[in-house]
């Protein structure tokens, strides 16, 4: 069984920052993307930033030049850090990890953790 398990949630002001981070558990072998996605009230969920195992990143544009994810292969975490926070990045943030292959190779799917909440407000 694997879990995700996120933390760094806060109430932050405007031009704050925050770095959320999320440890995978579990018999892992690999996991070939992590990101984080994001939920406001009233809207659908959406991919904020991905990480591959070789390092490669992708960034929805109104984060971009503000956040930066990175992860820790050997701890199979990841992280998020976010600048210049804004009102409209008040959301619930969740860790993803897609992919995922176990100490015996196979495969496992694909993993959600339950949420951290950001607040961005004055």
């Known amino acids: 069984q694997v879990q995700l398990v996120e933390s760094g949630g806060a109430v932050v002001q405007p031009g704050g920052s925050l770095r959320l981070s999320c440890a995978a558990s579990g018999s892992i072998f690999s996991i070939n993307t992590m990101g984080w996605y994001r939920q406001a009230p009233g809207k659908q969920r959406e991919l904020v930033a991905s990480?591959?195992?070789?390092?490669?990143?992708i960034y929805t544009d109104s984060v971009k030049g503000r956040f930066t994810i990175s992860r820790d292969n050997a701890k199979n975490t990841v992280y998020l850090q976010m600048n210049v926070l804004k009102v409209e990045d008040t959301a619930v943030y969740y860790c993803n990890a897609q992919r995922v292959v176990d100490r015996t190779l196979r495969i496992l799917g694909d993993y959600w953790g339950q949420g951290t909440q950001v607040t961005v407000s004055s």
């Open positions: 990480v591959t195992s070789g390092g490669s990143t």
